[in-house]
């Protein structure tokens, strides 16, 4: 494979678009948008608050304008809200939904609905939403699910007994519309879009740094103000990228204008750790997200034992982690990473096994994957028929990156599932590499 030089941009952080579009629903007045992502996912969010009232418009590429209905505000929908294979939409406006006095059908596709939702019933449940299965097949924690808020909800103090984003900014956007003070107290700390978006908005809520972890409090009945909004370019999305030109020889890429929350880099933390040249350029803040541009150089890395406790801020990087780990020199050990088994697919077991094609050496543990790298050999590549991504557009994406280091490209069976989180992935990659073939579908 060629060298990756000169400069690309990534799509908006997907996290920051889902975020943006939900609290300006509940603003009273425009919020305008720049670099919204345009996933699927995205997309979904978009469709599903415009069923509730909110008027959503876009004016051009990525640039965006919401007219919210308040807190408080939201509409009966009048159909099943199809949240395709987005979980943080379906978590997240389950949150926004458990303190409004409206019912909600939720469907999503057959990835989405066999992932659980029990985590964000528990406590949604205690503030007095309830759920009930939607058809015979479906269980009580899985979709499709009807959901009915409670208003005037009841605010409790709720501890996270995982570290999810998703929970507690559920629990929080459920906060919102429910009088008094709703706290979540979160052990360990993931990512901090939503408290930051939120006090962009005018919402009154802290955060305190105690022996417990981190308490944030919000205070219900919030008004929120419309909002000016720059969406950062994805770190999860650029990562693809990063760890592509650390592995192909000869590479010098700047990738621009990237997020570098804390509660997200931790992929840059660890691959800087295993030897590679990574630089932050241009250092700066744009609508309170920290970002800089990133100049990537190949670099040879070692392997390492990864610290379980920076798995947070990086779980979503795994997969393309574990491609960086399979050419490696040494063995790379992780651990801690239970939450991946229920991502859009098992992804221990879906990336074991598809770098296994690929030639790699990969052992599978209960909480992690340990690979003992090539030394910086390619991969051989797929033999024995495409690897399977169980609709996950991360293990698609990764095994891509596998492709590009491999001598027999890699074969994937559905690149579909892409367009969720990064519609113009495989246009970027195309102009450096040939080795990414899609079977027939």
């Not at 458990?98 to 469907?107: D, K, L, P, Q, V």
């Not at 605010?155 to 008094?180: C, D, F, H």
């Not at 024995?384 to 490209?409: F, K, Q």
Request: net charge negative; hydrophobic share 40%.
């Amino acid at each position: 494979m060629g060298p990756l030089t000169g400069t690309i941009r990534v799509p908006g952080d997907k996290s920051i678009s889902h975020r943006s579009l939900m609290f300006g629903a509940l603003a009273v007045g425009k919020t305008n948008i720049s670099g919204l992502l345009e996933g699927h996912d995205v997309l979904a969010t978009a469709d599903a608050l415009r069923a509730m009232g909110a008027r959503i418009t876009r004016h051009s590429e990525n640039e965006w304008s919401v007219c919210g209905v308040g807190v408080g505000g939201l509409l009966q929908p009048e159909q099943a809200l199809d949240m395709g294979n987005s979980g943080t939409s379906t978590r997240l406006l389950m949150g926004l939904i458990a303190s409004h006095g409206i019912a909600a059908h939720f469907t999503g596709d057959a990835s989405l609905s066999s992932r659980p939702m029990g985590r964000v019933i528990d406590p949604l449940s205690r503030m007095g939403a309830s759920f009930h299965a939607a058809a015979a097949s479906s269980g009580k924690e899985t979709l499709p699910l009807m959901m009915t808020g409670c208003h005037p909800a009841v605010p409790i103090e709720y501890r996270l007994p995982v570290a999810s984003a998703q929970v507690k900014s559920a629990v929080l956007l459920a906060g919102l519309n429910t009088p008094g003070i709703t706290t979540v107290i979160e052990p360990v700390p993931t990512r901090d879009h939503t408290e930051r978006m939120l006090k962009g908005f005018g919402a009154d809520l802290t955060v305190e740094e105690t022996g417990e972890g981190r308490v944030i409090r919000i205070r219900g009945d919030a008004e929120l103000s419309p909002q000016t909004i720059t969406v950062p370019g994805d770190p999860s999305s650029a990562a693809f990228f990063i760890v592509a030109a650390l592995l192909a020889d000869g590479s010098d890429l700047t990738i621009e204008n990237v997020g570098l929350n804390t509660t997200r880099a931790g992929l840059i933390t660890v691959l800087q750790q295993m030897g590679g040249q990574i630089d932050l350029l241009g250092k700066r803040e744009v609508g309170g997200e920290p970002v800089a541009d990133l100049r990537v150089r190949h670099s040879q890395l070692r392997g390492i034992d990864i610290d379980p406790a920076i798995a947070p801020s990086m779980i979503d990087e795994f997969p393309v982690l574990f491609v960086a780990a399979s050419l490696a020199s040494g063995t790379t050990t992780t651990s801690g990473l239970d939450e991946l088994r229920v991502k859009e697919s098992d992804r221990l077991s879906a990336m074991a096994s598809a770098l296994r094609l690929a030639g790699a050496i990969v052992e599978e543990r209960e909480d992690g994957l340990v690979i003992v790298g090539s030394g910086g050999a390619p991969l051989r590549g797929t033999t024995a028929g495409p690897v399977a991504t169980h609709l996950d557009h991360r293990i698609a994406m990764s095994m891509a990156i596998a492709g590009m280091v491999s001598s027999g490209g890699v074969e994937i069976d559905d690149t579909r599932p892409i367009a969720t989180s990064f519609p113009v992935f495989e246009s970027l990659l195309e102009k450096s590499t040939a080795s990414l073939r899609c079977a027939p579908s």
